[in-house]
Every structure is written in C-alpha cells, then in structure tokens.
C-alpha cells in the first residue's frame, strides 16, 4: 500500500457508502397470492346479449300481444239460443179419447244428441251457407288475419271454411236437463244473429226428416200388407163366384135347409101314408085303395131316396158342395178380416206420418248481441305475460344449470 501510494501512476478510488432499505415482504398472518392464473380483463357485453332470454321468452311475446290485442284484434259478438228435442210419451193416436187426452212431452236424448252432431257438421255448414253468405261473414272488412276466412296466405277451401265454422259455432248439452246451448259467433251482432237463427231452421228440418224416415218403412210395409190381403180377397171372392156359377147354387146352406125341410115332409107324408095303408088293410084286405096306397108309399120311399142320395151321394151331392162352400166361405172371411186389419194399422200408420213425433222445441230465442263478447284484450295480454314469465324462468334455470355442469 505504501509502495503504490508512493507511485503516480496508480489512482487510488475512494470507497461508497450506498444505503439500502429494508421493507419486510409479508406480514405475519398474512398470505399475498398472485393472481397469475387470470386472463386479461373482459369488456362488459351489451344489454340486449346479456338479458337476450328475457327479451325474446317474455318482452317480445308480451309486446306482440299487446300490438295484437289493442290495435289489431277484431271485436266478435256472440248471439245464443237455447233448445230442446220433445217427442209424445203415447206413440199413437188410437182412439178419440186420446185425441182428447193430454198428450205429455217427454225428452229425446238421442236425438237431441244427433242435432248437435248434425250442427258441427259439414251439412249443416252447407244448409247454412244456402240461407246467409257465410264467406262474406267470415270475410268482414276490418277482420283481424286470426279470424278471418280465407286464411292470410291461403287459397279458400271446403276444409278450411268448415274449420272456419266450427271455430264460430259451438253446441253443448246440459246432462242434467237435456238442454242444448247453441252459440254463433260473428263480427257483426247482425251476422250472430242471422247464424243462430239460420243453425236453428236447419236442426227443425233435420227433426223433419227424421220423422219422415222413422214412418216411412211403417207406411209401405203396411201398404205392401194393404195389397197382399186385396189380392187374397179378391182371389177368394173370384173362386166363390166360379164355384156358385159351376154349381147354381148360391148358398149351399140354404139349399140344404130347403132340402131337409123337404125331406122332413115327405118323412112325414110317408108315415102317414104308411099308416092309412095299414089301417085299411086291416079293416078291409080287399079294398081298391090299397094298391094305391102302396103305389104312394113307394113312390114317396124314391123321392125320399133322391133326396137322400142328392145330400149326400158324392162328389156332386149337396154335401159335398157344402165343404167345398164351405172352405170357400172361409178363406173370403179370413182374406176381409185380414184386409180390415191391415187397412186399420195403414190408417194408423198413416196419422202418425202425419203429425210431428219429434218436435224441437226453442227454449231461448236468438237474441242480437249489443256487446262484443270476444276478445279479453286485458285478460289475454295478462295471461300471455304469465305464461311467458314462466317460460323465462324455465329457460333461464336451463341456462344457469348448463353452463354451471360446463364450467
């Protein structure tokens, strides 16, 4: 040191102090981590992203409703009836008292039935458009696209226009009372009311022919059984008249009569002539009267032989003349009784085809409604809220539960 301290050529460097200070790293107790493993810092998404569930299951639903409901929907009106099918407790008119009896009513149920059926069918439609003009009514200026007829973007169809008329129509019947509830629904109250009124004639003319068929095999059976017993009396009536002109006989009962009676008295002559004969042989044996007496009484025995052999002899005997009448006779009063009947049930037949079995009785007449009874703006623009609410909180549940078992 002192050797090069004497020396020019060495610098000597003077020593630096540098302070340092010292700051403890962590406290006790407490843990710095370093946050290393987070990615860079992600922007905010826009509000319509991050409530996208919300707008599209409840704010647009809602707010399509609302459009739909306040500015667009139609006002329908509804016009309602009431009826019911009645038919007689008594099937047939039998006599004059019951004509004069009261006739009790009682319901028809399957009939009501089929009336109501009968109104939601394509028939019906068809009867209905013949009385009013359906299209037009389902085609009202001011319609709202739902409702109207045709369809928006559709070509008009029997199909389409019969779905069309089932949505407007409705028929229930009351289990209890058997009262069927007719409604039509229209645009216009004039309209419902033309509907329900025209359904209504339809139904009475469908009960009509109802009646019509439910007689009409009754009457021509009984027509038919009407002929076959006219074509047996007059076959019975046509023999009876060949055998009397075969026979000249008109009544083989009265000529028999008149030939027992005959036989009777020439029974009696032969007695008596028998008697005499014996009462003058008796008193004298050679008396010119007994050969005349004798010729009398075998006179009388032939006549009364004839007689006998005439009634019952063979084929040609009164007798047998007498079956044969007889069967005759017969078969004519079975073919009038048999005529008589048939002509009294075709009478019968004949006044119930005449008069109404069926009868559709109108309990409430169809009234023209002045209030419009559809739609419930409010109550459908709430409903659809609820039922959108609900979806949300569905989707959104979905969502969370998802990206929950993703992560």
Known sequence: MQDGANDPNVQIVEPRIVEI????????????VDDWWQGPEVKARPFVLRHLVFIVTFVLPVA?????????????????SRFIVRTPSTSAIGNLASLMQDQKMSRA??????????????????????KVDLAGIFNKGGADLLYR?????????????????????????????????????AFTPEDALKMNQGLLDSAEGLVNVL????????????????????????????????????????DPNKESAAEMSELAV???????AQVQLNQVSEVTASSPQIRSIKERVSALVKQIEASRNHMAGGSSSTSSLYAQFDQLTLDQVLAAKG???????????QQDATRQSY?????????????????????????????????????????????????
């Not at 019969?162 to 058997?178: E, F, I, K, M, P």
């Open 211 to 250: 009646n019509t068929r439910a007689y009409g095999d009754s009457l021509k059976l009984a027509t038919k059984v009407v002929a076959d017993y006219r074509h047996d009396l007059n076959e019975a009536e046509n023999k009876l008249v060949e055998f009397r002109n075969a026979s000249r006989l008109v």
């Open 149 to 185: 007829y045709p369809p928006f973007g559709q070509r008009p169809s029997k199909e389409r226009m019969l779905s069309r008329y089932q949505r407007a129509v409705s028929v229930n019947v009351t289990s209890d009372s058997g009262i069927a509830v007719l409604r039509t629904m």
């Open 339 to 349: 005529l008589e009947a048939a002509v009294t049930h075709l009478v019968n037949a």
């Open 64 to 80: 399509l409703a609302c459009v739909y409901y306040v500015l667009l929907a139609s006002n329908q009106y509804v016009s309602e």
């Open 21 to 32: 200070k010292l700051e403890p790293l962590h406290v006790r107790g407490e843990l710095i």
């Open 109 to 130: 149920s399957d009939e009501t039935y089929a009336i109501v059926e009968y109104i939601d069918s394509m028939d019906a439609m068809d009867a209905l458009a013949k």
């Open 266 to 272: 020439l029974s009696s002559k032969l007695a008596d």
């Open 359 to 407: 009868y559709l009785q109108t309990v409430v007449k169809p009234g023209e409604p002045d209030l419009a009874h559809f739609p419930h703006r409010i109550l459908m623009i709430l409903a659809i809220a609820a039922v959108s609410f609900a979806v949300y909180r569905m989707v959104n549940a979905f969502a969370r539960n998802v990206m929950e078992h993703a992560s």
